[in-house]
């Protein structure tokens, strides 16, 4: 069974960083898209970007993402955030669109973890 298990989120300042992790069991990364989505409380779910692409060009230079193929594990690099940023942060394999945007997290197709809170105070 696939599992994604994030953590790292929490409260940071405006203009802080912050380091998300999604631990991976049940799938090769390599073989898969790996990626980020996030939803801010009210408004959809948006997927943000992938270890193949950027979907949001709101966050180039800001955010990025990386993995440790050791510990099967798949980072969101988060820096200059801002309060726009507050949102639940959800970890994703192999589903990704056009639109980008869906009205709830999860979204019933690929692999989802539970998501992790982050909070940018002002």
């Known amino acids: 069974e696939v599992q994604l298990v994030e953590s790292g989120g929490g409260s940071v300042q405006v203009g802080g960083s912050l380091r998300l992790s999604c631990q991976v069991s049940?799938?090769?990364?390599?073989?898969?898209?790996m990626g980020w989505y996030r939803q801010v409380p009210g408004h959809s779910c948006e997927q943000l970007l992938s270890?193949?692409?950027y979907f949001k060009d709101s966050l180039r230079g800001r955010f990025s993402i990386s993995q440790d193929n050791a510990r099967i594990v798949v980072y969101l690099q988060m820096n200059n955030l801002e309060p726009e940023d507050t949102a639940v942060y959800y970890c994703m394999a192999d589903y990704f669109t056009v639109a980008g945007v869906h009205p709830t997290c999860p979204v019933n197709c690929g692999y989802w973890g539970h998501g992790t809170q982050v909070f940018v105070s002002a």
């Open positions: 049940g799938l090769t990364v390599a073989d898969h898209e």
């Open positions: 270890t193949r692409r």
